[in-house]
C-alpha cells in the first residue's frame, strides 16, 4: 500500500507508540487523525509535528470503549479526506497488579481493561470496515503486547486482554479477507511514559532485568515499534493475520515483570 496520500487512523496518538506511528506515516506524506481522551494538548503538538514531517493531521478526541466515539472518529476522517485506509488500534489501558495477588484485582478492572483493550479495537474495525469495503482495501495493526502471548506484563488482567486481541487479530483476518489485512504486532518493554509512570521507582531494576534476559540486550523505544506497524502496512501487502513479536528475542526464553 502506498502511504502518500494514504488516510490512517492511529488510536491513543497523543505519545508513546501511537505517537511515533503517526510521524512515520506522515513522512510517508499519510493523512493521520490523532486520537486522544483527555490530552488534547500533546495531541496537537503531535499534529503538528506530522505537519511539519510533511503529511497532514487533524486531533480528534473520543474513547474507544465507546462506540459513539469510534464511529465519530471514522466519521472525522471521512468527513476531511472522503476514505479510510489504514487503522492502527493503539489506544491501551492498564492496572498495574501482581500476577500473584488475586486480590488486587476486581471484576470492575477487567471490565475496564477489556473494554479499552478489547472492545475498543473491535468497534474500531467495525467503524472503518464499512469505508475499507467499499474501496476494497485497508489495513488493520492491532498493538497488542508480548504479555498477551507470555503471560506477563502489568496485571493478570493486561495481559488475558491482550491474548483476547490477538486471537480477535486471527479472527478478523479471516472475516475481512480479501479486502481487509489484520495484523498485530507485540512489543516487549517499550519506554514510554506510560510504563515509567505505572512502574515508579522500579523503572530502572526492571529495565535493567529485562535487557538481562533478552538475546538482543536491550529494551525499546517508541520508534522501534512504529518501524514494524509502518512495514506491515507498507511492505506487507501480502501479510495478514500475524502476530508480531518485537521484544528483542525476550519470546525466546524468559520471563519479564513487566511488558509493554
Not at 489485512?181 to 507485540?186: D, G
Not at 538482543?216 to 502476530?243: C, R
Amino acid at each position: 500500500m502506498l502511504l502518500n496520500n494514504a488516510v490512517c487512523i492511529i488510536t491513543g496518538s497523543s505519545a508513546g507508540i501511537g505517537a511515533a506511528c503517526a510521524r512515520r506515516f506522515a513522512a510517508k506524506g499519510a493523512r493521520v487523525v490523532i486520537n486522544h481522551t483527555k490530552s488534547e494538548r500533546e495531541a496537537q503538538a503531535v499534529a503538528n509535528e506530522c505537519e511539519a514531517a510533511g503529511g497532514a493531521a487533524i486531533v480528534v478526541r473520543g474513547d474507544v470503549s465507546s462506540d459513539a466515539d469510534c464511529r465519530a472518529l471514522a466519521e472525522a476522517a471521512l468527513d476531511m479526506w472522503g476514505r479510510i485506509d489504514v487503522l492502527v488500534n493503539n489506544a491501551g489501558t492498564t492496572t498495574f497488579a501482581a500476577h500473584a495477588d488475586l486480590d488486587a484485582l476486581q471484576a470492575a478492572d477487567f471490565t475496564r481493561i477489556f473494554g479499552v483493550n478489547v472492545v475498543g479495537p473491535y468497534q474500531m474495525i467495525r467503524a472503518v470496515a464499512p469505508a475499507m469495503r467499499e474501496q476494497n482495501a485497508g489495513a488493520v495493526v492491532n498493538v497488542s503486547s508480548v504479555a498477551g502471548v507470555m503471560g506477563v506484563g502489568s496485571s493478570v488482567a493486561y495481559a488475558a486482554s491482550k491474548g483476547a486481541l490477538n486471537t480477535m487479530t486471527l479472527s478478523l483476518a479471516r472475516a475481512l479477507a480479501p479486502a481487509i489485512r489484520v495484523n498485530a504486532v507485540c512489543p516487549g518493554f517499550v519506554e514510554t511514559g506510560w510504563l515509567k509512570a505505572g512502574l515508579g521507582d522500579d523503572f530502572a531494576k526492571h529495565k535493567a532485568a529485562y535487557e538481562a534476559m533478552t538475546p538482543l540486550k536491550s529494551t525499546l523505544v517508541p520508534d522501534d515499534i512504529a518501524q514494524s506497524v509502518v512495514w506491515l502496512v507498507e511492505g506487507g501487502d501480502k501479510i495478514t493475520g500475524e502476530v508480531i513479536m518485537i521484544d528483542s528475542g525476550l519470546h525466546l526464553g524468559g520471563a519479564p515483570l513487566r511488558a509493554r
